[in-house]
């Protein structure tokens, strides 16, 4: 006997339409897409060098990895000509690689282990997202070559210093010293103000001892940031911002012999029997 089957009267019938490919896009289209991606990209690091200290240089750095992401994105949905689809896959591998590393300098910004847009712009540069990006969008033809160049050229990071002791801004005329002794592992710059004002400051490095003279009688605060790379106004990486608890006094007296006058000195690295401490501000609150 043979038995067959057949569709029971009244049953649904389901058709799956049959999956088509996207028809690659011209060499000329390709190109043009892939400089729109360029344009977007230099736009967002632009973003970056032009960002002030801080939370808005955190959230342009935000911005950059979004737009980085987006671009990810909108060639993954371009049918490339078929001579680039394989660069392409290297380029949106790039583009994602990318993205991570820079969520993670948002973080360095944010713990102030970056603290300045150069200093951000130059670790971004060597990372090794831009480096596959540099490598692989040129192999793209004309619009890879011209994405490539959003990119900012390779730096290393600046290390620079003054000298120990050197004047950043001369206290006026006076007899008091301040002497500071630096034990920890970053250079220091450290300002006395009085009423929310800078009257002197000095640099101090690291495992050194320094002093400013010429320091008028008064009362003072003592501030003090540390860090890395000293540009000429402020440490670039490593960065932190700090006040001493107690004040600084400075008198002048004349006696028989000529005059007596304050040397007053502070350590930056916590002592045995110490007697003050060393609080964190922000850098808003450091005195101009």
Not at 23 to 30: H, L, R, T
Not at 267 to 272: G, R, Y
Request: some cysteine; aromatic content about 4%; hydrophobic content about 40%.
């Amino acid at each position: 006997m043979v038995a067959g089957c057949a569709a029971t009267p009244g049953s649904p019938h389901v058709t799956v339409p049959a999956q088509s490919t996207p028809s690659p896009v011209s060499p000329e289209a390709y190109a043009t897409e892939l400089r729109a991606v360029g344009d977007a990209l230099k736009t967002a690091l632009d973003g970056i060098g032009a960002a002030s200290p801080g939370e808005p240089l955190a959230s342009q750095v935000d911005s950059a990895a979004a737009a980085v992401h987006a671009a990810a994105q909108r060639l993954t949905a371009i049918a490339a000509p078929t001579r680039y689809v394989a660069a392409q896959a290297g380029l949106v591998s790039a583009l994602d690689q990318l993205t991570g590393q820079l969520s993670g300098l948002r973080d360095q910004v944010q713990s102030r282990e970056l603290c300045t847009a150069p200093s951000v712009m130059a670790t971004l540069s060597s990372l090794p997202g831009a480096d596959a990006l540099r490598r692989a969008a040129p192999t793209l033809g004309p619009g890879g070559a011209d994405l490539a160049a959003a990119l900012p050229a390779r730096e290393p990071l600046p290390d620079r210093h003054e000298s120990n002791g050197e004047i950043v801004r001369a206290p006026g005329s006076g007899n008091g010293e301040l002497k500071v002794e630096n034990g920890t592992d970053h250079d220091a710059v450290v300002t006395i103000s009085r009423d929310g004002r800078a009257v002197g400051s000095f640099y101090v490095t690291h495992g050194g001892t320094a002093q400013m003279a010429d320091v008028p009688d008064g009362t003072y605060d003592i501030f003090l940031t540390s860090g890395t790379d000293w540009d000429g106004r402020e440490f670039t990486r490593s960065c932190a911002f700090q006040r001493f608890d107690a004040t600084a006094s400075f008198t002048t007296t004349k006696t028989q012999r000529g005059i007596r006058y304050t040397i007053f000195s502070v350590t930056l690295q916590p002592v045995p029997n110490g007697n003050t401490r060393i609080v964190d501000v922000s850098p808003d609150s450091l005195p101009k």
